[in-house]
């Protein structure tokens, strides 16, 4: 049970990332500045840690709690507000994949950072609560 309830909380952090407004092509970092560089570094250390949480679940590394919980957080600071305020209006120039569509539909976008803080805290509590693996059947 554990299990499925940490996985369903993986795959809803993944849905979340996967419906946002980026633009369909190759990614790079070529000549970014200001707010689109931080929020690409932003989204970098977001990557990272859904890796990190990735290899924990595949098994391809062993569950390490400390390692789960700082993947947790690292969501946690970088969801929500924390998240919104790296695209203002119109921070689509160089080389950002951002799409106009963020702006377009911004109620939708923070929607979404929110999710991401949501599941990220219900993680952490998951870990805390729960703790030693990721549960039975892993
Ligand atoms: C665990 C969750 C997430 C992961 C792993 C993730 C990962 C990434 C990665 C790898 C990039 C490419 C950045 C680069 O150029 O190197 C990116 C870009 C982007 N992400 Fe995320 N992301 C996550 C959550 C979110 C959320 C919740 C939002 C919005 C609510 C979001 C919005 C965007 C946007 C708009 C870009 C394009 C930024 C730009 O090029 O200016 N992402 N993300």
């Given at each position: 049970m554990r299990t499925t309830t940490r996985m369903a909380l993986i795959a809803g952090i993944l849905a979340t990332a996967s419906?946002?407004?980026?633009?369909q092509h190759a990614f790079g970092h070529d000549g970014a500045t200001g707010v689109v560089k931080q929020r690409m570094e932003m989204m970098g250390n977001l990557g990272g840690a859904m890796k990190a949480l990735g290899h924990m679940i595949s098994g391809k590394v062993p569950f390490d709690a400390g390692a789960a919980e700082k993947a947790a957080a690292v969501l946690r600071t970088h969801s929500g507000g924390d998240l919104t305020e790296?695209?203002?209006?119109?921070?689509?120039?160089?080389?950002?994949?951002?799409?106009?569509r963020i702006w377009d539909e911004w109620a939708e976008f923070e929607q979404l950072a929110d999710d991401l803080e949501l599941y990220a805290d219900a993680l952490a509590v998951s870990l805390q609560r729960e703790g030693g693996g990721w549960g039975a059947a892993a």
């Open positions: 419906s946002m407004g980026l633009q790296l695209f203002p209006q119109g921070s689509v120039k160089g080389t950002s994949e951002a799409h106009e």
